[in-house]
């Protein structure tokens, strides 16, 4: 018998050695084949009862050796929490099948992607423009800079966000933007560094 034979998928395609928190090129790929061990199931279940019961302040610490599958972790809870369309499949329904026979973890799971939520996917070597053992909020500069770019500000200034701020509170951003592409000639988002 041929191995080939054996295997549903093809074996012998690229199967990349890292998952990437923030790459979107084989999503549906990702999330079709994506394993719920034994032992992941339990976590979820675990975090999918905190999720649903809200109770104040939240976070979760994923660790694992390198090539463990924090990543790869990371990346489906985020989609299943968004439940983000994958290839015109909600990610639920992608993980629903992984799990028919734990109907609790099925009910937790449906509960948890139902509560509105954004994740923010991002590597923090990347984004970090300098990070200093003597700067003593590096992670957290990091974290506010991922934050600003999201919501369309400025990241790489602090004080050039929490301005695009106030004017988009006050509903004078987008007259503001119009006014500096007259008297500059260039859009906003080019000019304001």
């Known amino acids: 018998m041929q191995l080939q034979k054996i295997f549903a998928k093809p074996i012998d395609r ?3 050695g890292v998952i990437y928190a923030d ?4 999503l549906r790929l990702e ?19 905190e999720y649903t019961d809200y109770q104040g302040g939240n976070g979760v610490w994923i660790s694992g050796f390198f090539g463990s599958g924090k990543s790869h972790l990371l990346k489906m809870l985020a ?7 994958v290839n015109g499949k909600s990610t639920l329904d992608y993980f629903k099948p ?8 099925q009910a937790i799971m449906e509960k ?9 996917l991002f590597n923090i070597d990347q984004k970090a ?14 974290f506010v800079k991922v934050f600003n770019e999201m919501h369309g500000y400025y990241g790489k200034q602090g004080y050039v966000a929490e301005f695009e701020r106030v ?4 509903g004078l951003y987008r007259a503001y933007k119009d006014a500096f592409k007259e008297t500059s000639g260039k859009d906003w988002e080019h000019g304001r560094e």
């Open 79 to 85: 989609l299943l929490l968004e439940n983000q369309i």
């Open 14 to 16: 690229t199967i990349p």
């Open 23 to 26: 790459d979107r090129t084989s």
């Open 129 to 142: 423009d300098t990070i200093s053992k003597t700067e003593f909020d590096a992670v957290l500069a990091v």
């Open 167 to 170: 004017l988009e509170e006050r």
């Open 31 to 49: 999330v079709e084949e994506y394993v719920l061990t034994n032992e992941i199931s339990k976590g979820l279940d675990a975090l999918f009862d």
């Open 98 to 105: 992984k799990c028919k026979d734990d109907t609790m973890l």
């Open 112 to 120: 948890s992607a139902a509560i509105p939520s954004k994740s923010i």
